[in-house]
Every structure is written in C-alpha cells, then in structure tokens.
C-alpha cells in the first residue's frame, strides 16, 4: 500500500498500522488496542433481520483480550436464526480482523469487529448468509479464475417534522443542495463515518424523492460506493445503515430504507453494479465495446432474476415499489443507459482524457488513459434485501452465464433500446417478461430455481426452505391490486416495515 494511500484512506487502524486492511492480523489488533487506549471490544454479526447485532466485551487482561480474538465466543444461534433449533444452539462467532474500525459513536473507545458464525465442530456455519457468500464466491474464482466487485447505491429517506423555511419541492430532490435540502449535514457526517469505518466511498447526494405529507417532511438521499470484492460490497452495506440509523437517532428523526415510504411517492432502491476483473484488469469491455464476458453476466442474473427478488425484495412492500410504470423496473431485459430496464449499462467513461482536456484547456498534462470503470447495474433490489443472501445470488447467477456456451447471445435477445415505462407492449415493442409481483410468487420462482441455488451444498436445502416459507407467510398474492382498490390501509403496512433490513 502505498503512503499516500495509506494517509487518505481514514481507517484509523489503516494509518496506524501502516498496511491495509486484507493484512490486519491478531498482533495488529491487539498493538493498535495497547496503543489508542481501547476499553471496549464489540463484536457484530448479522442475524435473520439483516441488522447488525452487538456482543460487548471489557477486557481485564492481555491474555483475555487474546482470547476474545482468538476464540470468540458463544452465542445463542436459535434466538438470531429461525433455523437454529433451541436444543442444539450453540454457535460460536469469530472476529475477521480485516473488518477492524474504531466506534465513531461511543464515548468509551471501542473497537468494532465483524463476525464468522462456526458450529460445535468449529466449522463454518453451512447456513450462515456470510458463509453462504464465502461458498459461492469461492466457486466462482476457482471456476473462472475471475474476482467479482460490486457496490450498491444506499437509498434512504429521513423523516422530520414539516418545516416551513425552504419548503421540499415535490419529486425534485435530485441532487438538491442546502437550504432546501434540510440534512445535507446528516449525509456528510455519515459519508465520514462510513470512510473511517473501512467503508470506500464513492459519493453522496439528494436524490429525487421530496414531499411533505401528514405534516411531516420526507427527504430522500443516497451514498454510493466504490467497487471491492463482493463479500466487502456487503460489509459496506450494512455497516452504512448502521451509522445512518444512530445518526438518524442522534439527529432526533427517522432514517428508513424501506422500498415505500408512502403511497404515490418514489420509493427507495438498491441498486447493485457489478464487474468482473481478471488480473487487475476489468473485464466488462473489449475494444472498446461490451465484452462477450459481461454478456454472459447479464444473462445470467437475468435468467436467475424473478427468483433473486427472494433474496432482493423480501417484504410485501417490495411490491409496491415493483409495479408497472413507475421508476422500478419489471420487465426482464436490458439495454446501455436505459434506466426503465431491469438491468442497465451506464456510462464507463470511455474518452474521459478528452472530456478533461476539453474542459480545462489551459492544463498542458499528459493525462494517461484511465483504466475502464464498466459495470453492470441491477436494479430490482430495494433495501429490505438480505445482503448476504442477494450477493450470494448474484455471484451464483454471474457464474450460471458464464458457464452457458452462448449466453451472450442469448443476452442479446433481451437487450431493448427504449423506454420500457413509456411502452405499451404492442406494435413494434415485444412482450416482455416481468418480475414476480408479490413475496408469495417470489417464493415460487425460488423454488423453480432452486437446484441452481444448491448445487455443490452453496445453498443448504433448509435455507431456501426456510426463506419461501417466510415469503409465503406473508400471504400478499394480489396484495397491489387490493391495495389499489383501497380495500386495505397502505399507510399502515408501510409502517409495519418502515425499517426493514
């Protein structure tokens, strides 16, 4: 790593130790402890609500603190996942010292360390969503030969009592600026915060949603990140919402990532974009156009999408946010910059040396061209996802594309060039195929597809049990269309998951 990576990047074990995180061992952690005066060590880890939960440590002693680091501890594995069964629900969980970040909250120094779930045998966890990850992204590289990145676009709306000063102007937000946008402070705070837990950011800004309803105002906002290794795609994620919500707590208002806020207002993603790189070297393009590689990629998540809503889109609100005409996407299908398709190719910034030698005429640098930045975006999933779970999806469905013989083709029959939402689905524009509509029918493309989720023990059986089972509880078949009606009170449900995931 080098010095000046290391004194821009705001992890403070980072500019400590001198190395970057992948190279965080023990003794890191314990001189950085001795050294900064640590009291408090807190394990986290992710149970079956998708939320960090928290284990609290004080150590006494050297030789106690190495065994929290070494060993971990016990927990109660029936009480954090529903498939745990109480007579046998000891679960061990084990820091990965790579997570390592200092609590930016508490007053007490405190170290933060995301955790492993392993069994009485000391192995991993078979069920565990992060091992889930870890099997399917080891699959993927020992087949491929190829690292997968991602990032998401973090999606969320804060809730405050209405103010009349700079009032919100409806579904104009869009990068809005101080005063009209009332907590631009509470963005950069957390855009801090997530940089100094480990997070690489990307930006953070307004996004369209804005209205005030019910004398409350509802402004919408977003951080995006930038392109890790998928299992550290996750640990963006949920670390991020972590921080918003004790700002939210902090600031005396409502952070919510749910996918509606309210009825006939945009609601919130989260969309994930991927790429595929083999050494040190992105793989989404060729010559200067999309590869054969990123096709089949598309294909595969496409193919694989009605039953990755399970993982993406997993309460009944979901649905309200997935219907037909509105900003989220139904139709299965792609195309380049085309934001109505389910997944999209954005921009890559291919001729960026011209655009900045354009713009500053007076700069004589040789800029060297930059290396291709091309990703592929899902735009389906919305904040009550199981990351872990998604992610594990998403990297099992970017390797089925990759394994079929001409799924590039096959992708290029579901590439449009036209704005689906504006379509109506005769003449010249073909039917498409769309997303399910509702948990229960998610529940049902799941197990159509679940021998691909499986194979090779990826995901146990009992998982997908477990997961269209909980779908199907929900028992909200044709639950837009009654709502629609005004046979039930939308408010109300909306409520009920205003803080999902």
Not at 458 to 480: C, E, Q, W, Y
């Amino acid at each position: 790593m080098k010095n000046n990576d290391i004194q821009l990047n705001q992890n403070e074990l980072v500019q400590f130790l001198k190395k970057p995180s992948k190279d965080f061992t023990r003794e890191d952690i314990l001189s950085f402890i001795e050294a900064r005066g640590i009291k408090m060590v807190n394990f986290r880890y992710v149970a079956d609500d998708g939320r960090l939960k928290t284990l609290n440590f004080v150590p006494f002693s050297r030789n106690h603190l190495e065994s929290i680091l070494t060993a971990g501890e016990r927990v109660d594995g029936s009480s954090l996942f529903s498939f745990v069964e109480s007579g046998s629900s000891d679960l061990y969980v084990v820091p990965r010292y790579r997570t390592a970040f200092v609590n930016p909250f508490t007053e007490v120094p405190a170290l933060e360390l995301l955790c492993s779930f392993y069994n009485s045998e000391g192995n991993p966890l078979e069920s565990s969503p992060e091992f889930i990850l870890r099997k399917a992204y080891t699959r993927l590289r020992q087949n491929t030969g190829f690292l997968m990145k991602a990032f998401g676009e973090l999606e969320y709306y804060i809730k405050s009592p209405h103010n009349e000063l700079y009032p919100l102007v409806d579904q104009k937000g869009y990068h809005q600026s101080k005063p009209f946008a009332k907590f631009e402070n509470l963005r950069v705070q957390a855009l801090e915060l997530c940089a100094r837990a480990g997070c690489r950011i990307k930006y953070g800004h307004c996004e369209v949603g804005s209205f005030t309803q019910d004398e409350f105002d509802y402004e919408q906002h977003e951080i995006e990140f930038l392109p890790v290794e998928i299992d550290e795609a996750v640990d963006q994620l949920l670390i991020s919402k972590w921080i918003l919500r004790i700002l939210g707590l902090q600031f005396g208002v409502e952070v919510s990532f749910a996918p509606k806020i309210t009825a006939g207002n945009a609601g919130s993603g989260m969309h994930i974009h991927m790429m595929l790189e083999k050494d040190g070297v992105n793989q989404m393009v060729e010559e200067g156009h999309l590869s054969s590689v990123a096709k089949k990629m598309i294909f595969g998540i496409l193919s694989l999408s009605p039953s990755l809503t399970a993982f993406g889109n997993t309460i009944p609100t979901s649905y309200l946010r997935l219907v037909p005409n509105q900003e989220a996407p139904v139709n299965i299908c792609w195309g380049d910059r085309n934001r109505s398709v389910l997944m999209r190719v954005p921009l890559g910034w291919n001729g960026a040396m011209k655009m900045i030698k354009d713009a500053n005429p007076a700069d004589k640098t040789d800029f060297q061209d930059m290396p291709s930045k091309q990703t592929v975006e899902l735009r389906s999933p919305d904040g009550s996802a199981d990351i872990y779970k998604l992610f594990a999806g998403l990297v099992i469905a970017a390797e089925y594309g990759l394994n079929t013989g001409n799924g590039d083709k096959m992708a290029e029959k579901l590439y449009v060039d036209y704005n689906v939402f504006k379509s109506n689905g005769n003449g010249a524009v073909r039917k498409l195929e769309s997303l399910p509509g509702s948990c229960f029918q998610s529940a049902e493309c799941l197990v159509s597809q679940r021998k691909i989720y499986e194979k090779d023990g990826v995901f146990p059986p009992g998982v997908i049990d477990n997961i269209t089972s909980s779908l199907r509880a929900f028992d909200d078949k044709g639950l837009s269309e009654r709502l629609m009606k005004g046979s039930e009170d939308i408010s109300k449900l909306v409520r009920q998951f205003l803080h999902c995931g």
